[in-house]
């Protein structure tokens, strides 16, 4: 049977190039190289970068934001390593080394300023990247994620989803854990039927010793978490019923960050907002997108 995810890809990757989107395959170093959607044509628009969550790679995740935005902002959608076309030799599995290549990949793209919208691992490297590259990431927007996954939240969430490991719920084996995965990730998990989770497994779940790795470097001691100073305006965007950084966390997150973030929340959705509720997140998002850039002019 002919994987009907890798056809709607397809067709998507289709829809991506008709409005003014292209694949680049980017050499950060030897033996590293990072895949890119980034727009046909730079004329000067706001750039915005999407990072992608652990489950789907960027495009995947972002599909509905990208095809809202393109028009109006210049946008980025990389796969982190071991996700979609990225690769490395490097034996670096830590989100500074994905901050580090994500940054070195725009650099080489000329992108010089941007605005980060990062979904769960997005956020993770996205508040890298902030910490790290103040001079490149000019503002924040936060989906379902954390500063760093320490051993507390760890905890915590893996005993609300009832799991030993983030590797055991998100490199999930068969079909009925993909199914159970995006059950818990979801508000209201639509009735698909059982092929189309064995398609997506078969599409989206390579790289499992590697995405392992990465999950086991996401890990921060309590101990050996700080929280930066972030120089940079955030915004918190929230599903309501996230199980898995539930809204404690935002309002903890939000608590860290010292004033300097705001939090909304979409409601009926769970930690797939962005997918569950596309409308709703990308009217917000919209709206966080230009309030960040009239700050940013009144500022000049």
Not at 146 to 167: C, D, H, K
């Amino acid at each position: 049977m002919v994987n009907i995810v890798a056809i709607y890809m397809t067709l998507l990757h289709g829809l991506l190039k008709l409005a003014g989107m292209r694949p680049r395959e980017v050499e950060i170093q030897p033996g590293t190289v990072m895949h890119f959607w980034v727009p046909r044509e730079t004329i000067g628009k706001p750039v915005v970068v999407f990072l992608h969550g652990f489950a789907l790679n960027g495009i995947m995740t972002w599909q509905f934001q990208v095809l809202s935005l393109a028009r109006s902002y210049e946008v980025y959608v990389p796969d982190f390593l071991f996700f979609g076309g990225s690769i490395t030799d490097k034996a670096d599995r830590s989100p500074a080394f994905q901050a580090e290549c994500i940054a070195k990949g725009l650099r080489k793209l000329g992108v010089d300023k941007c605005t980060l919208v990062g979904f769960s691992y997005g956020g993770m490297v996205g508040f890298k990247m902030a910490e790290v590259y103040p001079d490149l990431v000019t503002s924040m927007v936060v989906t379902c994620s954390v500063m760093a996954l320490t051993e507390s939240i760890t905890r915590s969430g893996l005993q609300r989803i009832g799991f030993s490991s983030w590797a055991e719920y998100l490199l999930p084996e068969t079909s009925k854990g993909l199914k159970q995965m995006l059950d818990i990730a979801s508000y209201k998990l639509p009735w698909l039927p059982n092929f189309v989770y064995k398609h997506l497994l078969e599409v989206m779940f390579d790289n499992r010793k590697e995405r392992t790795e990465l999950l086991e470097a996401l890990i921060t001691r309590d101990k050996d978490f700080s929280i930066p100073d972030y120089s940079q305006s955030i915004h918190l965007l929230w599903g309501e019923n996230d199980i898995l950084f539930s809204l404690e966390d935002a309002h903890n997150l939000k608590g860290q960050l010292k004033g300097k973030a705001t939090l909304h929340c979409i409601e009926k959705a769970g930690h797939l907002v962005a997918i569950e509720r596309p409308f709703a997140y990308s009217t917000l998002l919209k709206k966080i997108l230009a309030s960040f850039y009239e700050d940013e002019k009144q500022k000049l």
